[in-house]
């Protein structure tokens, strides 16, 4: 007589981590059937409840394979509408050779009306035998589950960036503090200022924090590169033109916005030519956080010294320690290039060919 068409068989072998191993004894043996199906005790698994479903000789014609699934029966709840999304691999293993496994992977979302996810064709009915491998000397078919959750969809509100360069860009009523640089005025908000900015987190956090104060002088500061900032600050990513990356970058190192700083000390070092060269180094010396921007200035110039005209060099002479630098570092460059030279052939060399 044949068994009902929902058999609950075998046994749990092994549990760990998000990996579990179901052991159907006597498989060749088992009268299923067409669509038979054989359900595994339920386990648990990343903090839900699971059960692995087998159909011996497949859950659709041609009834030639085997069939695997994951099952998750708390999805059949009308409640689950969200789901859970999961990364999962079936595998049956091969008792004669581990790299004979047969395994196929899939990502799926399990929900509402949609419970159960796995391969109808997992492998033929035909091939699973002791002779095969894929019994073990019991006559057991052994399904190896491998579980991976994706991340969940992030809780967030997109668009933050653009929310606040909107702030920016029409602040409205909602602005308690104007920036005043070189006749212009710049409507802005201190909690965003203090939670972007070190310099302006500390001085709101001093005196002039409870002043109630309504404007900011800033002096000496070129406005166009206080609109640059406040851009960054407000989350934007502007291109800043040549002219600019020197006053940006000092406002930068002012306001202690070293990643920004240090980002335009780079454009400063990248768009370096013959005829500024010798002014961003006496601009670059001697700067916060710029060594490394010196010393990437250096190997400019020592690589532009021959497009240069004396004149250009000229404004050095206010600066003896960067000029010595400089003439050191050409005279090391000029010896590397001839000592080159000299080991490529030795033909120029009085002795070469002499014993």
Same mark, same amino acid.
């Given at each position: 007589?044949k068994?009902?068409?929902v058999?609950?068989?075998?046994?749990l072998?092994?549990?760990r981590?998000?990996?579990?191993?179901?052991?159907l004894?006597?498989?060749?043996?088992?009268?299923v059937?067409?669509d038979?199906?054989?359900?595994?005790?339920?386990?648990?698994?990343?903090?839900?409840?699971?059960?692995?479903?087998?159909?011996?000789k497949q859950n659709?014609?041609?009834?030639?394979?085997?069939?695997?699934y994951?099952?998750?029966p708390?999805?059949a709840?009308?409640y689950m509408?969200?789901g859970l999304?999961y990364?999962?691999?079936l595998s049956i293993r091969?008792?004669k050779?581990?790299?004979?496994?047969?395994?196929?992977?899939?990502?799926?979302?399990?929900e509402?009306?949609?419970?159960d996810?796995?391969?109808s064709?997992m492998i033929k009915v035909?091939?699973?035998?002791?002779e095969?491998?894929?019994?073990n000397d019991?006559?057991?078919l052994v399904v190896?589950?491998?579980l991976?959750?994706?991340?969940?969809?992030?809780?967030a509100?997109p668009?933050?960036?653009?929310d606040?360069?909107?702030?920016?860009?029409?602040?409205?009523?909602t602005?308690?503090?104007?920036?005043?640089?070189g006749?212009?005025s710049?409507?802005?908000?201190?909690?965003? =200022?203090?939670?972007? %900015?070190?310099y302006?987190k500390t001085? @709101?956090?001093?005196?002039?924090?409870?002043?109630? &104060?309504r !404007? +900011?002088?800033l002096p000496?500061?070129?406005?166009?590169?206080v609109? =640059?900032?406040?851009r %960054?600050?407000?989350?934007?990513?502007? @291109?800043c033109?040549?002219?600019?990356?020197?006053? &940006?970058? !000092? +406002?930068a190192?002012?306001?202690?916005?070293?990643d920004?700083r240090?980002?335009l000390?780079?454009r400063?070092?990248?768009?370096a030519?013959a005829t500024?060269i010798?002014?961003?180094?006496?601009?670059? !010396?001697?700067?916060?956080?710029a060594e490394?921007?010196?010393?990437?200035?250096?190997?400019?110039f020592?690589s532009?010294?021959?497009?240069m005209?004396?004149e250009?060099?000229?404004?050095?002479?206010?600066?003896?320690?960067?000029m010595?630098?400089?003439?050191?570092?050409?005279?090391k460059?000029v010896a590397a290039s001839?000592g080159a030279?000299g080991?490529g052939?030795g033909?120029s060399?009085?002795?070469?060919g002499k014993?």
């Open positions: 007589m068994k009902s068409a058999v609950a068989s075998g046994k072998v092994r549990s981590g998000l990996q579990v191993e179901w052991e004894a006597d498989f060749q043996t088992l009268d059937n067409l038979g199906k054989l359900t595994s005790p339920q386990f648990q698994l990343g903090g839900h409840s699971w059960r692995l479903l087998c159909y011996p659709k014609p041609p009834h030639e394979h085997v069939s695997l994951l099952d998750y708390a999805a709840k009308a509408k969200q999304k990364t999962f691999k091969n008792d050779n581990p790299l004979q496994e047969v395994s196929r992977t899939a990502t799926s979302v399990f509402y009306g949609n419970t996810q796995g391969f064709e035909k091939d699973v035998t002791k095969s491998g894929y019994l019991d006559g057991a190896c589950l491998d991976n959750q994706e991340a969940p969809p992030a809780l509100v668009g933050l960036s653009s606040f360069l909107a702030l920016l860009d029409s602040p409205g009523a602005s308690d503090l104007t920036l005043l640089a006749g212009r710049f409507p802005v908000h201190r909690l965003i =200022l203090a939670a972007r %900015c070190p302006f001085l @709101f956090e001093s005196g002039f924090g409870d002043s109630g &104060a !404007e +900011l002088e000496d500061v070129d406005p166009h590169a609109a =640059l900032l406040l %960054c600050i407000y989350g934007d990513t502007p @291109f033109p040549e002219r600019l990356l020197m006053p &940006a970058a !000092e +406002l190192d002012q306001w202690l916005l070293t920004t240090d980002a000390y780079q400063i070092a990248a768009t030519n500024t010798v002014r961003d180094l006496l601009w670059t !010396e001697g700067r916060g956080g490394a921007l010196v010393g990437q200035l250096g190997k400019v020592v532009l010294v021959g497009e005209k004396q250009d060099t000229v404004a050095l002479e206010a600066n003896p320690r960067l010595t630098r400089l003439l050191f570092a050409v005279a460059s001839g030279r080991e052939t033909a060399h009085p002795s070469a014993k």
